[in-house]
């Protein structure tokens, strides 16, 4: 079973701060993957995607990759409190469905 | 653009009993995707179908549940009879294409509690 693991948390910053998620996975055929919020008792949205190694940013998001480490993570810049939700890492499974990561809940405070 | 639509938004089951839940995906999308998801947990893919045709289900619990898309558009999905262990969120998503690198769409779930 090709795993995707991330620190459950949960991950708590003050406001203003950044946050750092990680995820590392195991499957080194993965060519696409993902970061969804999910708040409490609502559907997953995606903030980014990637599937190159380097950054790649989207205002106060950025998602970092390195395939040799097997290894992507999402930086959150000036964090705010709506953030507070959980992060799933997705990963593709050697070009097939998606496999998630349990998910790291963060909580920003004010 | 409608998205996905998913019914009922909740569901109260007694073990041993059948359920079904229904998906419209976002229109024009040839591909769907039934996940559950329990409590603390990540999303876990039970079956993937591009149109009509089933491209995995080797996560889905054949002896109690059970999925079809006749037509290529909407979706269902049953289980019957339904454990304890069942309990969950049931996400559908879908994408227009078939490539995994796409943009998933999720559903608001259904939320299913067996007793």
């Known amino acids: 079973q090709k795993e995707v693991e991330q620190n459950s948390g949960p991950l708590s910053v003050p406001e203003g701060a950044i946050a750092s998620l990680n995820c590392t996975y195991s499957d080194r055929g993965s060519q696409s993957f993902f970061w969804y919020r999910q708040y409490s008792g609502k559907s997953p949205e995606l903030i980014m995607f990637i599937y190159s190694n380097g950054d790649k940013e989207d205002g106060r998001f950025t998602a970092q990759l390195n395939k040799a480490s097997q290894y992507v993570s999402l930086l959150i810049r000036d964090s705010q409190p709506s953030d507070s939700a959980t992060y799933l890492c997705a990963v593709d499974n050697s070009g097939y469905a998606l496999n998630f990561g349990k998910g790291t809940s963060l909580l920003v405070t004010p | 653009e409608a998205g996905v639509a998913q019914s009922p938004r909740y569901k109260i089951i007694e073990k041993r009993q059948s359920v079904a839940f229904w998906c419209n995906p976002i229109?024009?999308?040839?591909?769907l995707y039934w996940y559950q998801q329990i409590l603390g947990q990540g999303p876990k893919l039970l079956i993937q179908?591009?149109?009509?045709?089933?491209?995995?289900d080797s996560q889905l619990p054949k002896d109690r549940f059970s999925a079809e898309r006749l037509k290529g558009v909407d979706s269902t999905l049953k289980i019957q009879p339904a454990k304890l262990e069942d309990s969950a969120v049931y996400l559908c998503a879908s994408i227009k294409g078939a490539w995994t690198g796409e943009t998933q769409y999720f559903g608001p779930g259904t939320r299913l509690l067996v007793l």
């Open positions: 229109s024009g999308h040839a591909t």
């Open positions: 179908f591009q149109n009509n045709g089933v491209v995995d």
